[in-house]
């Protein structure tokens, strides 16, 4: 007897129950599929394409490719019955098997995909929802963070947060620049890529207008819902007013930023002991410095450049979070324009190191009497020798008031013979920065007339004939610096004939008083012009004061107080519209403004108001230095801009302070996110989901994976 061979072939049946299981669940994950994700979401749903995965352990069991060896056996009559146990036996083991390693993949698959469970409030978001970063840019976001600046930290937040969302979600980029560019709907990718050419050279914004601009840009683009992300060091200043009306449909997202370095040493601002500025007369500039730190700072530096050339050094001790003012004291050698450099060294933090200012100091002057019936021959003899003065006089009625603006100093009496356009000329003449001297009209004994409401109410109605005199000189007031070595306790002031009443307030300054208590000749400040009121005429039978040695002093001083030109500087993103002062009424309103320090340049908008010319900076100087303003090739006007000092105070809000103003304000604030690190993808998840399902397919494919390791080990055939 021989055996022919022995092997086993896989039984028929078990492979149809193989074909039926996987069949069976094909059919269950197509009509239960929605069912079991009506409420289940993915964040990776492309991760879902993992699941054909699952054919590798079927096509496994399906096709036994085990090789056979044939054994030859004496008799196998008494193995058929074992054959037959043993493979109802096997079909269940591979059965068992088969549907954990099938469990498994799925849920290593599902865990990838991150289910969850959303909130209420999210199944309820509409699809009009936008997407809306705000990145604040400002220059207190270039100190350290943990990856580079905090801008760069508060970036890769952002990358993350852009991540977060499908491909399908609408964004919108919102900087302190507010640039057109970035404010539009944008996919992912777009996102990411105007996120990577932000950069911190932005002035600051109010917190107020980052609000008003995303309630605007949803209702731009008809979004019923939106979400706005703030990815700010959230300085305290920003924060000073709240008054935007809140919107339920938009939901903000805190995720602040701090850094280690919180001491700042800078300068704060700058200005003249003296408007006054001539050739070869000293210069005092006072710097204003402040100390943001918790230590005290001792012989800190501070010089005064003009074209790389040091004109005035100093040094000071600031005490910690207190100010110091350092007076810087030079002489000019030239007219023109004067640009200069106040500079000091305070490390890391340095965009507020430098701070430029520009004078106009004037080659000559133009002085213009306007009278009524014939001119004033003191005002002849004092300006028409001299070649620093170009002097003209007008009649009241014959002239033209678009010239007005070319005078530094122009003498007008309080005349009936005014006309309403005169009038109103000369107001806004002040206004644009002129110096204007009102006296008594000649032959009036009463005021009828008057000027502007703003200026009428500094001269009485009736004339005064008590005889006085002069009899106190305000020599401490600006308008006296450098005009008096010293005044005598015993000089001869001149005597006073006749005189109108003139009625200090709180906007006007007494320069000179009467015996009697009354003021002889007072400074007022009407926009950024000066106006000189004087209670006499200039004619002898008033007063003596043209006879007298005060005479000159006084009107060549009132001549150089109303030299033109524009401020000593301005903040970038905080002076918005600048006048241009003194233009002449032949320039073309057709402006452009370059750099001295780099290429760039550009075409403002302007607006006329009478005799001042406003110009429209908006946020676009790039770096702070000094900007020409020219007609066609001629320079109009020299200008010097700074960053914001809002920046420089090293005072932020926390996110929980943050928080609470805005809650306090009615804002549907979600929640505070931590930021700077590499969760703010994780915190961003655990808030907008109620709670994420990834760790239970973790931990089911881990128990799959026991019990076939199990069933392989200790299940016998």
Same mark, same amino acid.
């Given at each position: 007897m021989f055996i022919n061979g022995l092997f086993f072939e896989p039984a028929t049946e078990y492979l149809s129950d193989e074909e039926t299981l996987l069949s069976v669940l094909i059919v269950n994950l197509s009509t239960s599929k929605k069912a079991f994700f009506v409420t289940m979401?993915?964040?990776? +749903? #492309?991760?879902? /394409?993992?699941?054909?995965?699952?054919?590798? +352990?079927?096509?496994? $069991?399906?096709?036994?490719? =085990?090789?056979?060896?044939?054994? /030859?056996?004496?008799?196998?009559?008494?193995?058929?019955?074992?054959? #037959?146990?043993?493979? =109802?036996?096997?079909?269940?083991?591979?059965?068992? %098997?088969?549907?954990? =390693?099938?469990?498994?993949?799925?849920?290593?698959?599902?865990?990838?995909? =991150?289910? /969850?469970?959303? @909130?209420?409030?999210?199944?309820? #978001? @509409?699809?009009?929802?936008? %997407?809306?970063l705000y990145l604040d840019n400002s220059t207190s976001m270039q100190s350290a963070g943990i990856y580079g600046a905090l801008l760069d930290d508060a970036r890769k937040s952002a990358f993350e947060i852009v991540n977060f969302f499908g491909p399908d979600k609408q964004f919108i980029l919102l900087t302190n620049s507010f640039s057109l560019r970035q404010e539009r709907p944008m996919n992912r990718d777009e996102m990411k890529q105007q996120l990577a050419y932000v950069m911190p050279d932005a002035p600051p914004v109010e917190a107020d207008e980052i609000f008003r601009r995303a309630k605007s840009l949803a209702a731009k683009f008809e979004q019923s819902k939106s979400r706005l992300f703030l990815f700010s060091d959230f300085q305290r200043s920003s924060f000073n007013t709240l008054n935007t009306e809140p919107d339920s449909s938009l939901s903000l997202y805190l995720l602040p930023f701090s850094s280690g370095l919180r001491s700042n040493v800078f300068i704060d601002s700058c200005w003249?002991? @003296? +408007?006054?500025? #001539?050739?070869?007369? +000293? !210069?005092?500039?006072? !710097?204003?410095?402040?100390? $943001?730190?918790?230590?005290?700072?001792?012989?800190?530096? %501070?010089?005064?450049?003009?074209?790389?050339?040091?004109?005035? !050094?100093?040094?000071?001790?600031?005490?910690?979070?207190?100010?110091?003012? !350092?007076s810087l004291s030079f002489v000019p050698e030239t007219s023109g324009n004067f640009r200069a450099n106040v500079r000091i060294s305070d490390y890391p933090i340095v965009f507020d190191d430098n701070y430029f200012v520009n004078l106009n100091i004037a080659s000559s002057l133009r002085v213009l009497e306007l009278f009524e019936d014939s001119p004033d021959q003191s005002l002849e003899y004092l300006f028409a020798e001299d070649t620093l003065f170009n002097f003209d006089r007008r009649n009241v009625l014959q002239f033209d008031i678009q010239s007005l603006s070319q005078y530094n100093l122009v003498i007008a009496p309080y005349s009936e013979k005014l006309s309403e356009g005169l009038k109103l000329a000369l107001t806004a003449y002040a206004d644009a920065g002129g110096a204007l001297l009102l006296h008594a009209p000649l032959l009036a004994s009463s005021l009828t007339a008057s000027l502007d409401p703003a200026l009428e109410t500094q001269i009485g109605t009736f004339a005064d004939t008590a005889s006085t005199r002069l009899n106190m000189i305000t020599d401490e007031h600006p308008f006296f610096k450098n005009v008096f070595t010293k005044v005598p306790t015993n000089v001869d002031l001149p005597t006073v004939n006749k005189y109108f009443a003139l009625k200090s307030t709180t906007s006007a300054a007494v320069l000179i008083n009467m015996l009697n208590g009354n003021p002889f000749l007072m400074l007022q400040d009407v926009g950024q012009g000066s106006v000189f009121h004087l209670a006499v005429n200039l004619n002898e039978r008033w007063s003596g004061l043209t006879e007298s040695s005060l005479f000159a002093p006084l009107l060549v001083r009132m001549a150089f107080w109303g030299t033109g030109g524009n401020a000593l500087a301005y903040e970038i993103g905080i002076d918005r519209r600048i006048p241009l002062k003194m233009k002449p009424s032949s320039i073309d309103d057709v402006l452009n403004i370059k750099s001295l320090s780099s290429g760039f340049e550009f075409i403002p908008a302007t607006e006329r108001r009478g005799q001042q010319l406003l110009i429209s900076m908006a946020d676009q100087l790039p770096e702070p230095g000094f900007y020409g303003i020219y007609n066609a090739d001629n320079l109009v006007s020299m200008t010097a801009w700074n960053e914001s000092r809002r920046e420089s105070e090293m005072v932020f809000l926390s996110g929980d302070e943050v928080a609470e103003k805005l809650s306090d304000k009615g804002f549907n604030l979600v929640k505070t996110l931590s930021s700077g690190q590499s969760d703010a993808y994780g915190s961003l998840s655990d808030e907008l989901q109620e709670a994420t399902q990834w760790w239970w397919f973790i931990l089911a494919a881990l128990v799959f994976l026991i019990a076939e390791t199990l069933i392989l080990r200790f299940w016998k055939s």
């Open positions: 979401e993915f964040l990776n +749903p #492309q991760m879902l /394409y993992g699941l054909f995965a699952l054919a590798i +352990p079927v096509v496994v $069991h399906l096709f036994n490719f =085990r090789r056979h060896k044939l054994v /030859y056996f004496s008799d196998i009559t008494l193995l058929e019955n074992l054959k #037959q146990q043993t493979a =109802r036996t096997n079909k269940l083991k591979h059965l068992l %098997v088969l549907l954990l =390693r099938l469990l498994a993949i799925a849920a290593l698959v599902l865990a990838f995909a =991150r289910p /969850y469970f959303p @909130s209420e409030s999210n199944m309820q #978001q @509409s699809e009009n929802e936008i %997407v809306m003249l002991e @003296s +408007p006054v500025v #001539q050739v070869d007369m +000293p !210069v005092v500039l006072n !710097v204003r410095l402040k100390n $943001h730190a918790d230590e005290g700072l001792k012989g800190l530096a %501070v010089s005064l450049e003009n074209e790389n050339k040091t004109l005035a !050094v100093s040094n000071t001790d600031i005490d910690a979070w207190g100010e110091n003012r !350092v």
